[in-house]
């Protein structure tokens, strides 16, 4: 089992929709990543968090540490956001992410 | 452009082989991290370097090393290369020494081929 899930592992949507990529993992974290990789491979931060909320433009990270759950919203959505988006908890006296298996989202005009 | 970049691009060789990928930081940043991302594992943190010294280790083979030099550049070295050890290496580099304090901006990485 992986100690970092994501769900869904795959996601199609028409352009405009509201997409929602959940995380959860299994102990305590410092911090949460979310990385966008690009279908040419390039990997993007997108948020780095350790409680509530942050939005940067049409995209909204929460995180929830009691619930060992975070969340990645895009609203109206558009064919460029189509990438993998990893979630990249950081357990506590680590330092180190561990990622979770992706997810591919692909948007559709 | 994140600001971090990885030579080579592309990396054919034969497993036995010895190759070394670079990275330089983001100007400021002190922190170097390595990862691999194979199809079946996935992303995996390598090893970090903060400031020239290491900081924090990962799933690292032995066959594998880096360091981190004097103008804060870094090396990773591959040695006894095995047809596992195609994938994607990615460093990264951040300000911060600490994974929880700051941003890790991702360089483009290096495809490495081992036939």
């Known amino acids: 089992k992986n100690e970092v899930e994501q769900s869904p592992q795959n996601l199609t949507a028409q352009e405009g929709e509201f997409i929602t990529i959940n995380c959860s993992y299994s102990v305590g974290i410092s911090a949460l990543h979310w990385l966008q990789q690009h279908p040419g491979g390039g990997i993007v931060s997108l948020f780095m968090?350790?409680?509530g909320k942050k939005k940067h433009g049409r995209l909204i990270a929460t995180i929830n540490i009691q619930e060992k759950h975070s969340s990645l919203h895009i609203t109206a959505s558009h064919p460029r956001d189509s990438a993998v988006y990893i979630c990249a908890p950081s357990y506590y006296n680590t330092d180190k992410l561990i990622f979770g298996t992706g997810t591919r989202l692909q948007v559709f005009p | 452009d994140s600001g971090v970049t990885q030579t080579p691009k592309h990396l054919i060789t034969a497993t036995g082989q010895r190759v070394t990928l670079r990275c330089s930081p983001r100007?400021?940043?002190?922190?170097v991290y390595w990862y691999q991302q194979s199809l079946d594992q996935g992303l995996q943190f390598l090893i970090q370097y903060y400031n020239g010294e290491e900081r924090a280790k990962g799933n690292i083979l032995e066959r594998f090393s880096a360091q981190q030099f004097p103008d804060l550049h870094s090396e990773l070295n591959l040695s006894s290369l095995e047809l596992g050890d195609s994938a994607l290496y990615f460093c990264?580099?951040?300000?911060?020494?600490?994974?929880?304090?700051?941003?890790?901006?991702f360089g483009p990485g290096t495809r490495l081929t081992v036939l």
């Open positions: 990264a580099s951040s300000v911060a020494g600490t994974i929880a304090l700051a941003t890790q901006y």
């Open positions: 100007s400021g940043d002190l922190s």
């Open positions: 968090l350790s409680s």
